[in-house]
Every structure is written in structure tokens, then in C-alpha cells.
């Protein structure tokens, strides 16, 4: 029998949780809702919900809480909404273990797409192996993990080890936010430097390298204070 | 303007407070003590040259002169000084010329010798006692100059924060007078409307809404600056990604606008990075690329230039629009869009707040902003200073 994803929703206010019930419920997603942090944590562990759309400011406990609760035994998705000038408790919160943030105030469309991303990722970790190789093609850009090429346009594109590092990550994470920590983390290691500097630098390099207008990036975007998201792949786009 | 004065005041009144009796016993204490110590040191240094040189007159008298500058350099105002020049005419007198011992003022020439000295003693006194007078005067200018341009830059904080509230609760009520209103027609009127019209609340509602949101982020964004200082926390950031963050944003609200972003060739490696507050500057972006959206008149794309000079960094932003009215120029960024008594006419979408968040967000980056009519359209420009990382 075909079965419906499950979405919990933490959130205290009323108008906010009934406006994302009513979208996703039109989206053919299953609903369960919690107004407070214990109700929340409980319903983790009893409904075991595909995904957790939570908020940060709950009257009863800090959000991050859950999240590191959560991570203890589970790596299902969780995105956090945030306000958009907090970008201190989004970085907190990913450094935490959530998926992904989503700012306030949010579209349908936005959300729908956040949560179809962290559903498909969750996935993919899941099955790691059987596709985690497979190249990565979003526009005109493609990435081939296995010969560690990449191609703009038909063209290829000639990277330092370090900015290949990098893309690899974002495109490998694709539709994701990463914090700069992570990044510093997975590619110079974890003693490396606090400073971003050296990630801000290679970032620039790259974009000059890969986007037509640096101004205007098309497949890796800038989410300030936080990180850097890259363009979904399209491969991924296309189905669960 | 009144108000700084009357600021001066009240800080002037309190400033020199008077020295207490008590305090003025102390200093005189104090300065007796030190003249009365430097008379004996000199004296008996005086003693001995008289032992040891052959010419001692000369060196006795440089020494009591010498003593004259140390007291008038030591003490308040010039009676020591002068107590000095007496006494040490005397004690010369006294102990080292012929009768020893003993005061003679008949001797030849040494009357001139002791006339030349209580001259010089006093002279030197007054003199430097002036000096120090003029010197002390010169500081309190100073300080009291410092504290005319501090009250200065006080009243136009708040003058900027004045305007800021009226701006603010002028543009507050009218998006939620129109939110209320569109959406209690729905509710009282629901049976009554067809699609169509319940679509056009509907719209009004939205677009009222996050206006607001977008007013509600700007005065978000300023507390962002601290009040005391009006500095912000900086850190070094690239640009173009924060021009391209609020570029996306901006195209988040104006799905259909248009955006040409011109960013300087530059050397691998070189990278354009500015200590700022990113999330601040973004906003600037954003404000000034919706109020060209809003108010130019204009579909054609907007275009972004970044630049840089040696000590600067310059953003600007060109529309091919209808350009800012004349009178309005000059006061556009100072949260006076709009005059006293002059109603909206392009609705309650003023320029006030946003410019004005702009000037303030700049101002904290020790930055400049400006605007001018081109020959079509406008232009906004603002530049931040490159600053090395702490």
C-alpha cells in the first residue's frame, strides 16, 4: 500500500503550524503536530516521523536540545525555521545536526522544496553505496566524482586540489546548506585555522571559475554568516 | 539646535567644580613645602661653590635663578615664585658677600647684581606662572570643543532616531490599515464577492504584509548597531557574495525585476574583501535596490556596479527611472522623505525608513553614501573604507 510520508511539526504558534499543516497535508504529506518541546521530543520517539520541521524559540526548552537528543540515535531529517538576522542560531543549529534551516516567513513552494531535499538525502544516506559515485549535474555543470573532473558547458573546468575538495562537498551535499566550520572541518582537517579567510578566497576562485557572473551565481550560493549552498542536482531532482 | 545648547549648559555648570577650602590648605601646604625645600637644597648647594670656585657669585646666582623656574614650574600661580626672588636676594646677601653672615646693602655694585636677580626671579615667576595659566586655558577650550562636537553628534542621533519614529509609525499604520481593512471586508463580505475580488483582497493583503516584513527586518537590522558607540561587529567578507545574497533576496520579492551586476576583473587570488557586517550590508543592498524597483517608474533592469580604489570599495546601483525630485536630494537619507503636512502621493510606500536605515548602516562602517540624478534615472552609491583584520 502506498504510504504517506510523515512530517512532525514543533512550533508554539498556532497560525504558523496551522499554515504549514494545511499546505503539506494538501501535499499529500501525514501531519502531526506539537506546540512545545516535550510533547515534541515524545513524539519523536513514539511516531518515528519521516521528517521534523522544527522551531528554535519554544516556550518550554532551547530547539538545539532536540536536535542533539535526536542525533544521539537517529539521523532522521530535521530542518529548523529560523528568523532571517539570527544567523548565529542557524549555524548553532546545523552544527547541531540539523539537515537544513528554512527563514522566516517561508513560501509553499520553498518549503515543499526544502523538505523534498532532506527526504532525498536522508535517503541517499540510506543507500549509500549504490549511488554515491554517481555523477552530479545540475544546469550546465557536471561532476564526475569517479575521474574528479569537472564540466562547465562541455568544457572542462581546471580546479586546485583544494576548490575540487570543496565543490566536491557542495555538489556531494547538494540543495543543502554547509556551514563554513564543516567545510574548514572536511577539507583542511579538523586543527586547521578558525579564521574562514582561507575558505572565503578558494569560494571566490571557484565562482570565478564556475559562474558566468559572480555576481549573479547560478549553482553556488552564498548564505551569509552561515555557509553555502550548491544548486540541487538535477540527477537526485528526478525521483526518490 | 536648542536643545545642544542647552546640553552645553548643563555639562559647563558641573565641569570646574571649585577647589574646597580644605583642598586649598592642602595645596598651599604643599607648595611651601617644596619652595621651602628647593631654597635649602639651593642654598646649600650654593655653599658649596662658595668653597669650591673661584668666581662662586655667578654660579650662586644661576642656582637661586635656577631655583626661581623650579618653584613657578612646582607651585600654583606666582607668589612662590616671587617669595623666592625676596628670600634669595636676602640669603645671598646673608651668607656669601662680604660681611658673611650678615645683611649689607651698601656694598658696590652689588646692588646691581641684586636688583638683576630679583628681576630676573620675578620675571621668571610671572611669566611662567602666566604660561601655565594660558596653557591651562588652552586645555579647557579644548575640552570644552570636544564636548560642543559630542553634543552635536548626540542631537543628530537624535534627530535621526526622531525622524526614524515618525517615519516609522506613519508607514506602520498604513499597510495595517489596509490589512485590516481588506480583510475584514472578506470576512463581513464573503458571500457577496466573486473570485475575482476576493483574489485582489487577497493580493493587497499579501503585498501589505510583506511590506511590512520588510520594515519589520530594517528596524531588526539597526539593533544590530551598537547604540553607545554606533559600531558594529565586523569580520572580513568577500563582495560579491554579499552583493549576490542580496541580489537573490531582492529577486525573492521582485520575481521580474532585473539586475545587471558589473564586478571588476581582478588577479586569481586577489579577492575584494572588506571588514563589514555582512547581513547589514545586504540590507543596504536590498533597500536600495527596492526603492529603485518601487519608486523609479521604470521596468528596465537595474544595474549594480561594484568598484574599488585604493582605500575604498564602492557600491553603486543605477535605475532608468524617473530620478529623485529636486528638493528631495538633499535630505533623502535623512528619514525626511517626506515633509510635514505633504501627503503621499505615491502611497504609503515612502522612501523614509529604508534610506535612512541605509545612511545609519553605512555611517556605523565609517562608509559613505550618496545619490544623484543621471541623465535618465538615478544613482546610489555607497562606499566602505578597506580596513586591515584586527
Not at chain 1, 90 to 115: C, H, S
Not at chain 2, 306 to 320: A, K, L, Q, T
Request: with cysteine.
Amino acid at each position: 500500500m502506498y504510504q504517506k510520508l510523515s512530517v512532525l511539526i514543533i512550533e508554539d504558534e498556532k497560525s504558523i503550524s496551522d499554515f504549514i499543516s494545511k499546505t503539506l497535508s494538501s501535499n499529500d504529506y501525514r501531519i502531526v503536530t506539537a506546540a512545545n518541546g516535550k510533547d515534541g521530543m515524545a513524539l519523536i520517539t513514539s511516531s518515528l516521523p519521516d521528517l521534523v520541521l522544527l522551531d528554535l524559540g519554544l516556550p518550554d526548552m532551547d530547539g538545539v536540545e532536540i536536535i542533539k537528543k535526536t542525533r544521539k540515535w537517529s539521523s532522521m531529517p530535521i530542518i529548523v525555521i529560523s528568523a532571517r538576522t539570527q544567523e548565529k542560531e542557524k549555524v548553532i543549529a546545523l552544527d547541531a545536526g540539523a539537515d537544513d534551516y528554512i527563514t522566516k516567513p517561508f513560501g509553499t513552494n520553498e518549503l515543499l522544496a526544502r523538505i523534498r531535499t532532506a527526504i532525498r538525502h536522508n535517503n541517499k544516506i540510506v543507500s549509500d553505496g549504490t549511488n554515491s559515485n554517481r555523477p552530479y549535474s545540475a544546469g550546465k555543470l557536471v561532476i564526475d566524482f569517479e575521474k574528479r573532473r569537472v564540466i562547465l558547458d562541455g568544457k572542462e573546468i581546471h580546479l586546485t586540489r583544494v576548490e575540487y575538495k570543496i565543490v566536491s562537498l557542495l555538489a556531494k551535499n547538494s540543495g543543502k546548506v554547509m556551514t563554513y566550520d564543516t567545510l574548514i572541518d572536511q577539507v583542511w582537517g579538523p586543527y586547521a585555522d578558525d579564521n574562514n579567510r582561507i575558505l572565503r578566497v578558494n569560494m571566490a576562485n571557484i565562482r570565478r571559475k564556475i559562474e558566468a557572473n559572480p555576481g549573479e551565481p547560478e549553482y553556488i550560493f552564498t548564505e551569509l554568516g552561515v555557509g553555502y549552498r550548491m544548486l540541487e542536482d538535477e540527477g537526485l531532482a528526478g525521483g526518490y | 539646535m536648542e536643545d545642544h545648547i542647552n546640553i552645553k549648559k548643563g555639562k559647563s555648570a558641573n565641569r570646574p567644580a571649585a577647589p574646597t577650602q580644605e583642598e586649598l590648605v592642602r595645596s598651599h601646604k604643599k607648595d611651601t613645602m617644596i619652595s621651602l625645600g628647593v631654597f635649602f637644597v639651593v642654598t646649600i648647594a650654593s655653599f658649596f661653590f662658595n668653597e669650591l670656585a673661584s668666581d662662586p657669585m655667578l654660579n650662586i646666582a644661576m642656582l637661586y635663578t635656577l631655583g626661581v623656574f623650579i618653584i613657578t614650574r612646582y607651585t600654583s600661580g606666582y607668589i612662590y615664585g616671587l617669595m623666592f626672588a625676596v628670600f634669595s636676594v636676602l640669603s645671598v646677601n646673608f651668607f656669601f658677600t662680604y660681611p658673611y653672615q650678615d645683611f649689607n646693602f651698601s656694598l658696590e655694585g652689588y646692588q646691581v647684581t641684586f636688583l638683576g636677580m630679583f628681576i630676573i626671579g620675578i620675571l621668571t615667576s610671572t611669566m611662567s606662572s602666566n604660561m601655565k595659566e594660558q596653557s591651562r586655558k588652552l586645555l579647557e577650550q579644548e575640552k570644552a570643543l570636544a564636548e560642543q562636537e559630542k553634543a552635536l553628534m548626540e542631537a543628530e542621533k537624535e534627530k535621526m532616531r526622531a525622524n526614524l519614529l515618525r517615519a516609522v509609525s506613519h508607514d506602520l499604520r498604513t499597510p495595517l490599515t489596509g490589512i485590516i481593512g481588506n480583510s475584514s471586508t472578506y470576512l463581513e463580505m464573503e458571500h457577496r464577492l466573486s473570485n475575482g475580488e476576493k483574489r485582489a483582497l487577497m493580493e493587497y493583503i499579501n503585498n501589505d504584509a510583506n511590506w511590512l516584513l520588510n520594515m519589520v527586518e530594517n528596524l531588526l537590522s539597526v539593533t544590530r548597531i551598537d547604540n553607545d558607540t554606533a559600531s558594529v561587529s565586523k569580520s572580513l567578507e568577500p563582495v560579491d557574495e554579499v552583493v549576490a545574497a542580496a541580489v537573490i533576496q531582492f529577486k525573492k520579492r521582485f520575481p521580474e525585476a532585473e539586475v545587471h551586476v558589473t564586478v571588476p576583473e581582478s588577479e586569481p587570488d586577489d579577492v575584494m574583501m572588506v571588514m563589514m557586517d555582512a547581513m547589514l550590508i545586504q540590507q543596504v543592498i536590498l533597500n536600495i535596490l527596492q526603492n529603485a524597483q518601487l519608486h523609479s517608474g521604470s521596468t528596465k533592469p537595474l544595474e549594480l556596479t561594484i568598484d574599488e580604489d585604493e582605500d575604498n570599495v564602492m557600491v553603486s546601483i543605477r535605475d532608468y527611472g524617473v530620478g529623485i525630485d529636486g528638493d528631495r536630494i538633499n535630505d533623502i537619507f535623512n528619514g525626511a522623505g517626506f515633509k510635514k503636512g505633504e501627503s503621499y502621493t505615491d502611497g504609503y510606500k515612502g522612501m523614509g525608513i529604508g534610506l535612512s536605515i541605509c545612511k545609519t548602516i553605512i555611517m556605523a562602517h565609517n562608509g559613505q553614501i550618496s545619490a544623484r540624478n543621471c541623465e535618465e534615472g538615478a544613482e546610489f552609491s555607497f562606499s566602505l573604507p578597506k580596513e586591515i583584520e584586527e
